[in-house]
């Protein structure tokens, strides 16, 4: 059973741990206002003293009329906080330089420092594992665990993700939602496999099942600088899964994109051991999802929009003899496979005297309406008779009412 923990229901219990800190004298009201403090911090810079809290309301004895109070907490005034990093090492805080921080606002809401803590501290968090960017936080909130007596857990700070200019990596690097990369068509293994390389190495391997990432993972290998995120990269390796994944699997991953598309109405408006065997022909070539489906199409519409370009080098006068006699041939065969299309095919070329080519492009524009696609003999078994048929014809028809 899942259960889900959410901050603003858990008010009271943090209004809880913060008054036993003023209890204990570990923390106090502050009753200064956001211009006090803007305007303390300005001259504070101004004479190139450190910009902290002054104290002002440490000893303050009675509340400020009219002012609802923040609560601080009191930071020891010597030593060091050292924090024990399972990436980083050994780092050491002088305690001097940290400020007494705002654990509950003047509204009375906690600030992230005491919620994490808290949170930490009724959950039995033994371990913390988060970027690079909280480690700044970190000896404040050893502090805190301090104050509360509570054994601090241990820490694991991961270098930052940037994107391809060296910054932070952010929505206008791309898309950084986990649902954004579904529904552009990634395999939720690829970007899994992606992320945990970010940072992180096990020799020169690149390709990592889950079973694997998880065998050979060790903080000992995550690196201390920060990684940069490439798109590239990552559609590289989605490739590799596709390539790599079982045709069930692919079957049941690429009909959401059908249907999306319009492709296909329904599940069962299509044959799934057809549709397997028309993946097969496209898996190697397919990088997304996306990009399978939109091949798939020329497969299961019931007719193709011809790339502009395509039709007008390759269904032309001159490839018309070569495509009347090819549907002419085709619709006379009883027996319509791989080898059978591929020795009708070599009989053609050959008595026109022309290579395989000159009749292997029109064909595939007309069956497909681009010049790119699987092996032709491949691509009219798969495709079936029937259709093949139909759009032989239908360009050829074309060709002739142009001319």
């Not at 809880?16 to 502050?30: F, H, N, P, S, T």
């Not at 954004?180 to 970007?191: H, I, K, T």
């Not at 044959?271 to 497969?299: D, F, G, P």
């Not at 309406?369 to 028809?397: H, N, Q, T, Y």
Request: charged letters at 30%.
């Amino acid at each position: 059973m899942k259960v889900r923990y959410r901050q603003t229901e858990r008010i009271e219990i943090y209004k809880q741990y913060v008054d036993r800190l003023i209890k204990e004298g570990k923390a106090y009201y502050c009753y200064c206002t956001p211009e006090e403090l803007e305007a303390r911090r300005k001259e504070a810079m101004k004479l190139g003293k450190p910009v902290k809290y002054d104290r002002r309301c440490l000893r303050r004895n009675e509340p400020v009329p009219d002012i609802k109070p923040a609560v601080r907490f009191k930071m020891p005034d010597y030593g060091q906080t050292v924090v024990k990093d399972m990436v980083r090492g050994t780092v050491v805080f002088d305690n001097e330089q940290l400020d007494d921080l705002i654990i509950m606002r003047s509204d009375g809401t906690p600030t992230y420092n005491l919620t994490v803590v808290v949170d930490d501290i009724d959950m039995g968090i033994t371990h913390v594992i988060r970027g690079d960017d909280h480690l700044n936080n970190t000896p404040k909130q050893i502090q805190l665990y301090n104050a509360f007596g509570y054994e601090t857990p241990v820490f694991a700070h991961l270098p930052m993700i940037l994107g391809s200019d060296k910054t932070r990596l952010s929505k206008r690097h791309g898309a950084t939602s986990v649902m954004a990369y579904r529904d552009m068509g990634y395999l939720p293994d690829a970007l899994v496999n992606y992320i945990a390389r970010l940072g992180w190495s096990y020799g020169d391997q690149e390709i990592f099942s889950r079973e694997e990432l998880i065998r050979y993972f060790s903080f000992d290998n995550v690196g201390k600088s920060a990684a940069v995120f490439n798109p590239e990269k990552l559609l590289w390796l989605n490739a590799q899964y596709i390539m790599k994944s079982d045709l069930d699997s692919l079957c049941d991953m690429v009909i959401p994109f059908l249907k999306r598309d319009g492709i296909i109405t329904d599940e069962d408006s299509i044959n799934r051991e057809w549709l397997k065997k028309a993946i097969k022909t496209l898996q190697e070539r397919a990088k997304t999802l996306v990009e399978l489906a939109h091949s798939l199409r020329y497969y299961i519409a019931e007719h193709v929009e011809y790339d502009e370009k395509a039709k007008t080098k390759f269904l032309n006068k001159e490839s018309l003899p070569l495509l009347k006699e090819l549907t002419e041939r085709l619709n006379g065969m009883d027996s319509f496979t791989e080898s059978s299309i591929e020795e009708l095919f070599r009989s053609i070329v050959e008595a026109h005297g022309v290579k395989l080519g000159k009749l292997a492009q029109p064909v595939r524009v007309a069956l497909t309406g681009v010049s790119a696609s699987p092996g032709i003999f491949e691509l009219m078994d798969v495709m079936g008779k029937e259709k093949v048929m139909s759009r032989l014809k239908r360009a050829v028809d074309i060709i002739e009412q142009e001319a």
